[in-house]
């Protein structure tokens, strides 16, 4: 499994090598998972790292179909054979299924499935504290940082009534979990 994780890094690497904001982030984003893997299954902890890694290679220009990033990376990577749960983890990341609604490709959307449960949870509250390059964020941070670089016409802007409570509720569950876990609040920086 610790090779699946290997194998999502290099892939990314790879894919974003002409992104750098991108792949800092991506690497911010992989970084912030471990940090949250108490809060999933240990045999899940792989898939929760390597999902991460893979999360936005969809904006990579030869991956680029839809133009929604979600989609087009998990689309890349069912062609490549990845396991089901992560093409489902990164077509479904922090609430991408608003966004697809507001674009008009839910439908598109739907051949990957949407499953509240821990993993999903983690994935978004990494990406969602994890800014441009990397930058750690509250989830807050990121809301405000989001709607100034997409502007307020955007899809995320659009999407982000529905979208942004669905991602509080996402970082309170994930609290929860590293308090159960020993991990007090101050130490996470999610809110
Ligand atoms: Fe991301």
Known sequence: ?????????????????????????????????????????RDQAPLLVAAAWLHDIGYAPRLRDSGFHPLD?????????????ICDLVAQHAGSRFVAAALGLSEELGDFGYQENRLTDALTVADQTCGPYGRPMTVEERFEDM?????????????????????????????????????????????
């Open 1 to 41: 499994m610790a090779q699946l994780v290997e194998e999502a890094a290099g892939l990314t690497r790879d894919l974003l090598a002409g992104e750098p904001e991108r792949l800092r982030h991506s690497e911010g984003v992989a970084r912030r998972a471990e940090f949250l893997t108490p809060t999933v299954d």
């Open 73 to 85: 990376g998990a689309r890349y990577l069912r062609s490549a054979g990845w396991p089901r749960v």
């Open 147 to 191: 709607l100034a670089r997409h502007g307020p016409h955007s899809p995320l802007a659009r999407a982000h009534h529905l979208r942004g409570p669905y991602i509080r509720g996402a970082a309170r569950r994930v609290t929860t979990r590293l308090e159960a876990s020993g991990i007090d609040a101050a130490d996470h920086g999610i809110f």
